[in-house]
Structures are given as structure tokens and as C-alpha cells.
Nanobody, 125 residues
Framework: QVQLVESGGGSVQPGVSLRLSCAVSGGALRGYTVGWFRQAPGEGREFVAAIRYNGNPYYVEAVKGRFTISRVNAMNTVYLQMNSLKPEDTALYYC???????????????????WGQGTQVTVSS
């Protein structure tokens, strides 16, 4: 059974950086597409970024140029580097993994098979 554990969240001021980690166990990371989603208070969960098995990244427009997703297959870990954080980035961040996600479905939550419990990111002055 594949399990995902997120870490690296925290409470920071605007403009600061954070790096989230998603540790994958129970399966080899190299075959999976891994995505990051977030859910702000009172809102639905939304796609943030994803990285396919071949290393190609995808981002929602709101984070392009500020967030970078990367993967280290040997460590079974995916990272989300978040720079220039804004208050609107405040949310519970989840990572998710799927083995057979086609490109057109990469932003869809129902395309992912496994989910972590989330890590909280709060951006406030």
C-alpha cells in the first residue's frame, strides 16, 4: 500500500519561502505522477502543481514563477519549493500520487490514487 507523508509547512510572513516535502513509501516513486493540491479555509481543494514520471512539471497559473516542484526518485520524495509566499497561499497542502495519469487529467483530484494527510501553510503578517 502506497503511503504519502507531507512535511515542511508552517506559519510565515509574506515574501518568505517554504519547502514542502512529500515522502512516498510502499512503492517506487519513479512510476508515479505526484501532485500538490491545497485547500483554503471555506474553499474547495484545488490543484497547485504536479510532476510526471518523466520529470515534466505543471503549475496552476497563480503559482507560476514562484513555486517549483521537483522529485528525487532515489529518495522517494517530491518537493514543492514555494517562494514569495502570499497570504492567499494560506491553505492545507496535500500531496497525491497516481500511476496512470494522462496529461489531460493531471489537474483532476479523481485522477490520483493515493493522498497524504496534509501540511498547513499559513502566510500572515
Amino acid at each position: 500500500q502506497v503511503q504519502l507523508v507531507e512535511s515542511g509547512g508552517g506559519s510565515v510572513q509574506p515574501g518568505v519561502s517554504l519547502r514542502l516535502s512529500c515522502a512516498v513509501s510502499g512503492g517506487a516513486l519513479r512510476g508515479y505522477t505526484v501532485g500538490w493540491f491545497r485547500q483554503a479555509p471555506g474553499e474547495g481543494r484545488e490543484f497547485v502543481a504536479a510532476i510526471r514520471y518523466n520529470g515534466n512539471p505543471y503549475y496552476v497559473e497563480a503559482v507560476k514563477g514562484r513555486f517549483t516542484i521537483s522529485r528525487v526518485n532515489a529518495m522517494n520524495t517530491v518537493y514543492l519549493q514555494m517562494n514569495s509566499l502570499k497570504p492567499e497561499d494560506t491553505a492545507l497542502y496535500y500531496c497525491a500520487a497516481g500511476a496512470r495519469i494522462i496529461l489531460s487529467s493531471i489537474t483532476r483530484q479523481d485522477a490520483y490514487d493515493y493522498w497524504g494527510q496534509g501540511t498547513q501553510v499559513t502566510v500572515s503578517s
